[in-house]
């Protein structure tokens, strides 16, 4: 028998109701867990191209479901 190492519980917040766009999502819930990205790294990890993950980014901003701050974005 293995025994396995238990992580604790990572408590996320709910996605926002307007958020309809899979895209969206999903930046939006990498940005909660990570605490912050830059373009370059949401592209990568995300595999996207920096033009959706740009596009993405600005209306997740322009709602104020996200902010820059520096060259990372991170989730309000």
């Given amino acids: ?11 996320l917040e709910p996605v926002p109701d307007d958020l309809e766009s899979a895209r969206a999502k999903l930046v939006y819930i990498y940005l909660d867990v990570t605490e912050g990205a830059t373009v370059d790294e949401l592209g990568e990890i995300l595999a996207m191209k920096k033009i959706n993950v740009l596009s993405v980014l600005r209306s997740l901003s322009s709602a104020g479901h ?3 701050t520096g060259p990372e974005y991170v989730a309000n």
């Fill in 1 to 11: 028998m293995s025994s396995q190492e238990h992580r604790p519980a990572t408590q």
């Fill in 66 to 68: 996200v902010e820059r």
